[in-house]
């Protein structure tokens, strides 16, 4: 089949009902039954396991990119994509060909009657992913979780490192303990030769993930931080203090605070694979060309544009952080807003402080479960009162809104979900 073949056989799963990644009835028979026909490729390579609740994606990138800089061949899986499904696939940080995709997908779709099973759109990507990394013969492939951790199909692999970024109200209903219940799921990725590399630091939760059968633990805090973080121009200057040493100067060319802490799992990361120190200059020359699409990205100037893929109150909350941290912005803030149907839209809009904003102009994110904008509208004007709030259905159009009533001097700032960053990025560089 060709490229556009292969993307419609896999649209034909999105609608079956996933058993991976799901909390209630579990199992990973589906995707260990497929990667079994093709001949286990998951254990064709060392296997770096991210999960966590935000943060996953730029710790998957940030490792990459240092082992990338090691001279290794590096495969990194990693979901959602912004604009194609091709980046969720890349060796050497380059996404997956077209041709080689579709060649891909067309070998699994072979191969799938002989599973046994229907597998899920997710879990077909993951043994794609897994059965590419291995006949690319990557020295290493770094995993990043799709959904929690135990259960995830992702979660076929067993990690030599299982990095858990930390822990935050997403994926959950919210009832009982369930922070306990988020870290229980996610510490389904540490397997008993994983070395652990904690992110999360909240001592109650730290004794959940170190009763999994593990052969070493990193916490951050202890084993390694951030010792100094300094706002530099286009990004943050670093020292990081690893078990390996200190590492000064570190320049870092993504925006937030949360990004230094990244930085630091991911040095942490990288030396635990290693089972050794990391040299300065490699640290440096990795980072230093790192780009991590859809998070607090600029793409314009005059008035500032930018575009964040935060898709919970957490995420929401450290992108506002950033914007009042590090941009003094003279004219207007203008917000262009869409979510998700499992998001509670007030505490997404309180989290992004849309009420120091000017105008809000709320779009419906292109996907079936798309909160409609006209709701995102009402409950804004509802919690704000005096907020100016338009309503513009489409991504695009809501971005040209935004663009067209701004100054040079304003901020347009497009957020809420995953597929209104990838929806406003490829219009704007389009």
Known sequence: MDYAGALDYLDRHINREATAGRVGGLSLEPIRRLVGVLGDPQRAFKVVHVTGTNGKGSVARMVSALLVEHGLSVGTYSSPHLERINERLAWNLEPISDHDFAALITDIAELEPLAGVTPSYFELLTAAALSWFAHSAVDVAVVEVGLLGRFDATNVVDADVAVITNIG????????????????????????????????????????????????????????DVEQDRVAVGGRLLDLRT????????????????????????????????????????????????????????????????????????????????????????GRRILVVGMLAERDVGAMLDALDVGSADVLVACTAPSPRAVPAEVIAQIAQERFAGLDVEVVAGVEAAVNRALAIASEDDVVLVTGSIYVAGAARAHLTR
């Open 169 to 224: 109200f997403d994926h959950t209903d919210g009832v009982g303990d369930w922070r306990a219940a988020i870290a229980s799921e996610k510490a389904g990725i540490i397997k008993p030769g994983s070395f652990l590399v904690l992110g999360e630091t909240d001592p109650e939760l730290r004794e959940i993930f170190e009763r999994e059968p593990h052969a070493g633990t990193w916490v951050r805090g202890e084993d390694f």
């Open 243 to 330: 078990p390996g040493g200190v590492i000064e100067d570190v320049f870092v060319p993504l925006h937030g605070r949360h990004q230094a802490d990244n930085a630091a799992l991911a040095v942490a990361a990288a030396e635990a694979f290693f089972a050794r120190a990391l040299d300065v200059e490699v640290v440096r020359a990795a980072f230093a060309g790192l780009t991590v699409p859809g998070r607090f990205e600029v793409l314009g100037h005059f008035p500032l544009v930018i575009v964040d893929g935060a898709h919970n109150p957490d995420g929401a909350s450290a992108l506002a952080d950033t914007m009042n941290d590090e941009f003094d912005v003279g």
